[in-house]
């Protein structure tokens, strides 16, 4: 749990844009919590079914085996390089005309009364 909540708060999050990340990594944490009481839930209907906790609780974490070859084949390589260049704000490559040039107008031209 402990490793997992380390690759998730800095690999996984390096992965989204910089306007992103907060709401990502609060996706991840709901991710996070859903999937331990669905094994909770599953080890509970298992044990019933196997009649054993150790039966039980062996074939909950079968599928944690997988997850080494996801990360391997699935994820980018994050080493030596930028942020910004893992990850990209959208409109950065020199079209962004959809964010205001004055800082107290919104994204429609408005003036706001900061």
Excluded: W
């Excluded at 490793?3 to 944490?29: I, K």
């Excluded at 070859?69 to 704000?89: Q, Y």
């Amino acid at each position: 749990s402990f490793a997992l909540n380390v690759l998730q708060t800095t690999f996984f999050a390096e992965t989204f844009p910089r306007s992103h990340r907060c709401t990502a990594n609060g996706v991840m944490m709901f991710c996070t919590v859903v999937g331990g009481v669905s094994g909770l839930a599953l080890e509970s209907f298992l044990y019933t079914a196997l009649g054993s906790h150790a039966r039980a609780v062996s074939a909950v974490l079968l599928p944690a085996f997988v997850s080494p070859f996801v990360v391997h084949f699935c994820l980018p390589e994050t080493s030596g390089k930028d942020l910004d260049e893992i990850a990209p704000e959208r409109g950065e490559e020199g079209d962004s005309d959809d964010s205001p040039q004055d800082p107290a107008q919104d994204s429609k031209g408005r003036r706001s009364n900061v």
